[in-house]
């Protein structure tokens, strides 16, 4: 397989992977990892690497347009990025001590349980009256709908919070998954809309992202003549991406989500089993 | 500097999507221009197992950007695509400090504070990759 050839399949790949990302609130890296290592046989560091850059590639893509148009929490965000990154760093301490395929098959079956919530789960247009902390902590806001702009209420912050935490674990343990429990932890946990919750939690990605950020430069993770096609693949990806959502339904993207979720899961089951 | 005093969260709002815009949009120029230039140079050759097998390695950080700029004064497509990588894993946290900046501007003691905890952690974390 000539360069030229090589690039242009991991470009549509990574236009794939940006558009998921940017729709579902998760990380491109579960599409971009298994892409180049079962398809094209490239090392396992490099892949990671690589799926680094699309993360970013993703949050900072899409959350251009969602800020913008006042869908992300900015707030909310800033305050929940302290949970995900003391988790980040967490994680890396502790992968040392527990066994990190247990790790993957547990939390592979509660993704499972959630993605099967996720398709019976409706949209109740539920306007829940804030807790006293998210209050204080000014989270609650607004957000437009094709309705307008709606007011929208948060609770159970504590719970939202160390479920963050656990997130930010994962993503340091187990590189994937961290998308996943940070919608969860806002969408099921503190009752945040669907949508504000996938949108922040792509704002939020880039930045938990950025811990390993610089330890992958220097051990040589990031190889530029592979990241190059991811780069411009996924930024075109997540800029149509954040397009479609603006306008999409919530039925629709849940589904989107549930999918992507499940296949998430499997991907995690299949790798705890076989390590 | 009245207007200081009447800065609103959405003007934070667009200050940041601003920043990852211009970020992401020079993060692509430089992997477009590197890549144009790697790909005149070795599109036609066999990708082979250039990354069958990880190579380990262990630079400094700023070894690592001082190759990279020595790199792209000799014209290295792979050097000009390094810089753009760089450009886009920054644009997080320049979001970060900008954040703090319009919390600054607005007064807002309690975001001011969350603001910082993160920068710290992240420094904390990166440090950890620079030591």
Known sequence: MTVLLFSL??????????????????????????????????????????????????????????????????????????????????GTVVAAYVPTNVVAVIFGIVLIFNGINSFLEKET??????????????????????NGIVRYGIVNVVGGFIMMIVAGILSGLLGIGSGAFKVIAMDNIMKVPFKVSTTTSNFMMGVTATASAVVYLQRGYIAPGL????????????????????????????????????????????????? | MAFLSKIKDSDIELAISKVLRY??????????????????????????????????????FFDYVHHMFVGIFQGKGRDVITLGIIVLLATPTVRILFSL???????????????????????????GGLG
């Open chain 2, 23 to 60: 970020g992401v949009y020079i993060a692509m120029t430089f992997a477009g221009i590197g890549g144009f230039v790697y790909l005149y140079r070795h599109g036609n050759e066999m990708v082979g197992d250039q990354y069958a097998q990880y190579v380990e390695k262990d630079d400094k």
């Open chain 1, 125 to 146: 247009g539920k306007a829940v009256e804030s807790s006293k902390l998210a209050t204080w902590l000014k989270l609650p806001g607004t957000y437009p709908t094709s």
């Open chain 1, 9 to 90: 399949i991991v470009l549509v790949g990574a236009i794939a992977a940006g558009l998921i990302g940017s729709l579902t609130g998760l990380g491109g890296g579960a599409v971009i990892i298994p892409l180049l290592t079962v398809l094209l046989g490239v090392d396992i560091h490099y892949a990671i690497g690589t799926a680094l850059v699309s993360v970013i590639a993703t949050s900072s893509g899409s959350a251009a347009a969602y800020v913008k148009e006042g869908i992300s929490n900015i707030r909310l965000g800033m305050f929940l990025e302290i949970a995900t990154t003391v988790g980040a760093v967490l």
């Open chain 1, 227 to 275: 990241c190059m096609p991811v780069v411009i693949g996924v930024l075109i990806g997540a800029i149509l991406g954040s397009k479609i959502l603006v306008k999409s339904k919530v039925k629709n993207l849940r589904v989107i989500f549930a999918i992507v979720i499940m296949l998430l899961a499997a991907n995690m089951i299949y790798k705890g089993l076989h390590h």
């Open chain 2, 101 to 127: 900046l319009g919390y600054t501007l607005e007064k807002d003691k309690m975001y001011i504070v969350i603001t910082l905890i993160v920068l710290a952690i992240i420094t904390v974390s990166v440090m």
